[in-house]
């Protein structure tokens, strides 16, 4: 049972524009979300994270949208850079301090120059 | 530099064979966990720690073993690896006095059983 869903194995996007990645869970307990990056050969790294006490939480172009209620997250980028083609995972926790991540399986973006 | 490394990167053996993968961390985090990387099933979580000598299942135990003894090392241990344990495997460590929980992942062990 996938807990933590991330439908869209892949999108690409054209470098300056928006890139939004869509990530959804079925459970209710989850109450802390991240987001990483990963380049080919290396271990993921982190982007920016989110409590469920908040619904948006920004980072320079990164911000993450959270609505509980659709239980539902998205990662927007903007504006899009080549960098930023990588595989992203969204990952939840059923609180923050708890250890125990749950991954999506991610979404490999492709910024289009 | 911060970092998490494990050794090591590249491993060929053979089914049933003991292998000990090794994970240690400079950050003095209390957090350190085992991940498998497989196509299509995105990181899943093997074992987890949240301090020395604490240690939990995360989703896929199953035929690892893992041990806490000193806060920045959390070796993995594969007592009759079998095929199916072919897989990426990432290390990574975190803490929850940084306000984030961001967990910081060693660069990957790839792992092939035959």
């Known amino acids: 049972d996938q807990q933590v869903k991330q439908n869209s194995p892949s999108l690409s996007v054209q470098e300056g524009r928006i890139s939004i990645l869509n990530c959804d869970y079925t459970?209710?307990?989850?109450?802390?979300f991240l987001w990483y990056k990963k380049y080919p050969a290396e271990g993921p790294t982190f982007l920016i994270s989110?409590?469920?006490?908040?619904d948006k939480n920004e980072d320079g172009r990164f911000t993450v949208f959270l609505n509980k209620s659709a239980k539902h997250l998205s990662l927007h980028i903007v504006p899009s850079q080549p960098g930023d083609s990588a595989v992203y995972f969204c990952?939840?926790?059923?609180?923050?301090?708890?250890?125990?991540?749950?991954f999506g399986t991610g979404t490999r973006l492709t910024i289009i120059p | 530099e911060a970092q998490v490394t494990q050794n090591p990167r590249y491993l060929i053996t053979v089914t049933g064979k003991k292998l000990t993968v090794t994970c240690s961390q400079n950050?003095?985090?209390?957090?350190m966990s085992w991940y498998r990387q497989d196509p299509g099933l995105g990181l899943r979580q093997i074992y987890y720690?949240?301090?020395?000598?604490?240690?939990d299942k995360g989703d896929v135990p199953e035929g690892y073993k893992v041990s806490r003894k000193e806060k920045r090392n959390f070796p993995l241990i594969l007592e009759s690896p079998s095929p199916n344990q072919t897989s990426l495997y990432f290390c990574?460590?975190?803490?929850?006095?940084?306000?984030?929980?961001?967990?910081?992942f060693g660069p990957g062990t790839r792992l092939t059983v035959l």
């Open positions: 990574a460590s975190s803490s929850p006095s940084g306000g984030t929980l961001a967990q910081y």
């Open positions: 459970n209710s307990m989850f109450d802390y």
């Open positions: 989110i409590s469920s006490i908040k």
């Open positions: 990952a939840a926790s059923v609180n923050f301090g708890n250890e125990k991540l749950t």
């Open positions: 950050m003095n985090h209390e957090y």
């Open positions: 720690s949240m301090n020395v000598e604490v240690t």
